[in-house]
T-cell receptor, first 110, second 116 residues
Framework: DAKTTQPNSMESNEEEPVHLPCNHS???????IHWYRQLPSQGPEYVIH???SNVNNRMASLAIAEDRKSSTLILHRATLRDAAVYYC???????????FGQGTRLTINP | DTAVSQTPKYLVTQMGNDKSIKCEQN?????MYWYKQDSKKFLKIMFS???????INETVPNRFSPKSPDKAHLNLHINSLELGDSAVYFC???????????????FGPGTRLLVL
């Protein structure tokens, strides 16, 4: 599985946008970019995924660089409930498993 | 209605004991998984079952044995528990095998196992 690099931690304020970066310079053409997050004392939950185009859903937006070597998860208006560890994961077509890295621990200040 | 549930939530036991963790999903999914999250918070897959058939078996000691009595259940039995088995164990499910890239996983709340 291609490797991703994320900052260990980030901090933001409530009701402000948050941009969580992920570098994946060795991504292959068929790798999808998935984001999951893990709230404190809970199991991970799916956030969003994409291949080439930017994606939006009710939780977040995913901005993918034109060369696909990096992506950014955007939380448009962070709440305290968004404090979690965010994992950027590359999934090859046909891959049967998710490989989690260390993720980014996001702290939201009130 | 919990989509993926696990019992027990907490499990404290002595070294050498045998214990089981149960997982049930009510999503009608075909594929279920077990993950282990150690003290450093790394989350690693252990097993995956699709329609009761084992499809992923990572490098896990033989003391760990998953059992899938039906598509909605995937239990994890651990023999001769060791101190290093202390971790949080997560069950997950997906509609189909993750080979389909649109598949997403739904995780349970975790079972916190402490071996003394």
């Amino acid at each position: 599985d291609a490797k991703t690099t994320q900052p260990n931690s980030m901090e933001s304020n409530e009701e402000e946008p948050v941009h969580l970066p992920c570098n994946h310079s060795t991504i292959s053409g068929t790798d999808y970019i998935h984001w999951y997050r893990q709230l404190p004392s809970q199991g991970p939950e799916y956030v969003i995924h994409g291949l080439t185009s930017n994606v939006n859903n009710r939780m977040a937006s995913l901005a993918i660089a034109e060369d696909r070597k990096s992506s950014t998860l955007i939380l448009h208006r962070a709440t305290l409930r968004d404090a979690a560890v965010y994992y950027c994961i590359l999934r090859a077509q046909g891959a049967q498993k998710l490989v989690f890295g260390q993720g980014t621990r996001l702290t939201i200040n009130p | 209605d919990t989509a993926v549930s696990q019992t027990p939530k907490y499990l404290v036991t002595q070294m050498g004991n045998d214990k089981s963790i149960k997982c049930e999903q009510n999503l009608g999914h075909d594929t279920m998984y077990w993950y282990k999250q150690d003290s450093k918070k790394f989350l690693k897959i252990m097993f995956s079952y699709n329609n009761k058939e084992l499809i992923i078996n990572e490098t896990v000691p033989n003391r760990f044995s998953p059992k899938s009595p039906d598509k909605a259940h995937l239990n994890l039995h651990i023999n001769s528990l060791e101190l290093g088995d202390s971790a949080v164990y997560f069950c997950a499910s997906s509609q189909g095998p993750l080979g389909r890239v649109r598949e997403t996983q739904y995780f349970g709340p975790g079972t916190r196992l402490l071996v003394l």
